[in-house]
């Protein structure tokens, strides 16, 4: 929308008075005091409840009504539109809402969306004497649009070239761009003739006007740098190639086409002529994201062979990699590839080999659905690898193309979270190989027995982690004593993730010999034997923290039988502690998070619970005293209910609390959410 306002017929918003007074409240009232009289409790209940309810929400909307008046005349037409929209959505038969909207797209210059709002306004209205004044309102809105509308400028054509270039151009969704192309013979004209907007070009399903659009590409093909492919329409697919093949994506830097198109339709593009549409663009494009879905028609190989400028590509197949893996027998030495990623049915170490040896320079390398015969084949032929992500279930780090590493070997190390572990003697040699340069390690290892934890020993006598910053391991029988000595002497580890730790007094015996890990994460601890030693832990960190006021800053612990009452209680003791969150803990109970809350009174900034049966409403409620608390996080609550968030809103400092993400709490209403949104920044409900 424009930032030049028209004030001229601006609606103001009511006066709020401490408490509404409406019509229809007086009869609920009425029938209120009738069921006390006659002791009709559950008659008393639902009148009583339906009160606060209507009380609530013509508060609701006449703050909603204020904000969005504000928010227009402050030049944030998006922000007050959508707080319109929330009036009408709690109520649709009142003219508030939309005499609010219309307001708005008319302050804007936006008279074609006001019309569409009046009329939306009058037709759904209700019947009724209080909305009398408001319905003339809209009726005298109504008028004034329509006559503004008839009165049309062709601005853009008055405009000096660069201000609309360089400054309206760039502010257009692709969808006004579109509609901006039909308006007539002078807009077209100038429209293609401005480079900079055709730059980034995308055909999506969510925006039909995209597609059209991208019919456009013979027109504006020569300033397209960067070109999206989001949509299952086999033809566009077709034009794309079709284009690049005929050479009017002469400058294209990326191509991502993200969903798949099917080998079994007519029109989808067939090999030959994808390997000439990409041997067409081989000069300029570097980066490739592309679904081939089940066409098999187009393979590994014959990308590698077609685009040798490529720096950063994402393969991704239905079928087994080595059904489009390729020959690469009769491929070259790719030296500018540094950056893969594949996404296949199955991937085996066999499928890779070859083309490993074809992309020696390669830095990132992710792949999904892989078999652990992968890792043999990435030690012998990966010189250069920075990144490995090995069945990732998240987004791993990106490379930074920029910073080339003085010690070759693997940075970052991803595995599978979780599910079927990784035989140690498949990872281990990866792992050994790239100890010196390793700061980030993701394992999920299978266990060793003793006899194999002494080969371990024998093979890798110089084994340590000294470098590593970020640690996450199944501490696994074998596998958790062969890691903790790899880190004892480390003095740079900042986080560390323990899953299924196999035995405490171990794992504790060597953080104890450590300075403090500022980020520490258990999850899924069976039993309580070890909690003793835990104890310990915390009680060394808390007197570190009042020496030197560096130590544990957050800690998450996660359906960990050991951590009780008393655990939680000396952890609270730690005064450099700002971040705890809780998830599945059977052992604590709602005392033992009071005191907690208690304690860390001045000190926590975040708290977040998940799947807590002992966190209440009386536990959300005393967050509110929390001095220096800025986000909650509330996930899977079953025991907190809208009484506990309004408890907390009503006592929590709006200026402090900055942000709330609710999740699956079956208690807390929508119109509790409502409220929240109007005391807190950010609010996430999910």
Known sequence: MSDHINTTSVHFPKKLAAVTTLTSLDTM????????????????????????????????????????????????????????????????????????????????????????????????????????????????????????????????????TDIVNNVIMPLLSPSTKASCLAVSKLWRKIFIGCPSIWESLSATDDDPNSIRLFNMIQSVGPY??????????SSIHTVCFRFMKNGYLSRIESLKIKKAFNSNE???????????????????????????????????????????????????TEHSLHTVIGNFL?????????????????????????????????????????????????NEHAPNLEILGY?????????????????????????NNGGERIPAGSILPLICKNHATLRELYASTSSVTETELQKLYSAYPNFNLNNVKELTSWMCPGIQEFLLRGIRNTTTLTY?????????????????????????????????????????????????AEKTHSSLEFVFFSYCDPVSDDLLSTVTEIKTLHQISLCGLKNVTTDGIANMISKCNKQLTYLGFAKMESVTDDVIFALGG?????????????????????????????????????????????????????KINVVEYK
């Not at 009329?119 to 408001?134: D, L, Y």
């Not at 397209?224 to 329409?233: A, Q, S």
């Not at 408890?647 to 959410?673: Q, S």
């Open 391 to 415: 069945n990732p279930a998240f987004a791993v780090e990106e490379l930074n193309k920029n910073e080339i590493q003085e010690t070759k070997g693997i940075q970052v190390l991803y595995t």
């Open 496 to 544: 560390l993730c323990v899953i299924c730790m196999y035995d405490i007094d171990e794992f504790v015996n060597e953080l104890l010999h450590l300075r403090p890990i500022p980020e520490l994460e258990m999850h899924h601890f069976s039993g309580t034997r070890g909690r003793g030693r835990l104890i310990d832990l915390f009680e060394q960190y808390a007197r570190v």
């Open 29 to 160: 009232i009425q029938n209120l005091n009738v069921s006390i009289s006659n002791n009709e409790h559950s008659k008393t209940i639902s009148y009583a409840t339906s009160a606060l309810n209507l009380l609530f929400l013509q508060q609701t909307m006449d703050l909603l009504d204020a904000r969005a008046y504000a928010y227009s005349m402050q030049g944030q037409p998006e922000l007050a539109i959508e707080d319109a929209n929330h009036i009408i959505k709690y109520s649709s038969t009142s003219v508030k809402g939309y005499l609010r909207k219309a307001n708005i797209f008319t302050m804007y210059g936006k008279q074609a969306q006001a019309i569409k709002t009046y009329k939306e306004g009058v037709q759904n209205r209700a019947p009724g004497k209080e909305q009398q004044i408001s319905i003339q309102q809209m009726e005298i809105g109504l008028a004034e649009a329509v006559k503004q509308i008839q009165v049309q400028v062709d601005f853009i054509s008055k405009l000096p």
């Open 266 to 316: 007519p029109q989808t593009p067939y090999g030959p002529m994808i390997a000439v549409a990409f041997w067409q663009t081989s000069q300029t494009l570097t980066t490739l994201d592309l679904n081939l879905g089940n066409n098999a028609r187009f393979t590994l190989a014959d990308i590698f062979m077609s685009c040798t400028n490529l720096i950063k590509l994402s393969f991704t």
């Open 224 to 233: 397209v740098k960067y070109l999206t492919i989001d949509t299952n329409v």
């Open 626 to 678: 929390l001095k220096k608390l800025n986000c909650i996080d509330l996930k899977n609550l079953n025991n907190v209910s809208d009484q506990g968030i309004r408890g907390l809103l009503d006592t929590a400092d709006p200026l402090v609390l900055r942000k709330m993400v609710v999740g699956d709490c079956p208690d807390i209403t929508k119109e509790c959410i409502t409220c929240a949104e109007l």
């Open 330 to 378: 009769i491929t070259e030495q790719h030296n500018n590839l540094i950056d893969l990623q594949i996404k296949a049915k199955c991937i085996i170490g066999q499928d890779i080999e070859l083309m490993l040896q074809r992309c020696q320079q390669l830095r990132r390398l992710i792949m999904n659905t892989c078999t652990e015969s992968v890792f043999g084949v990435i």
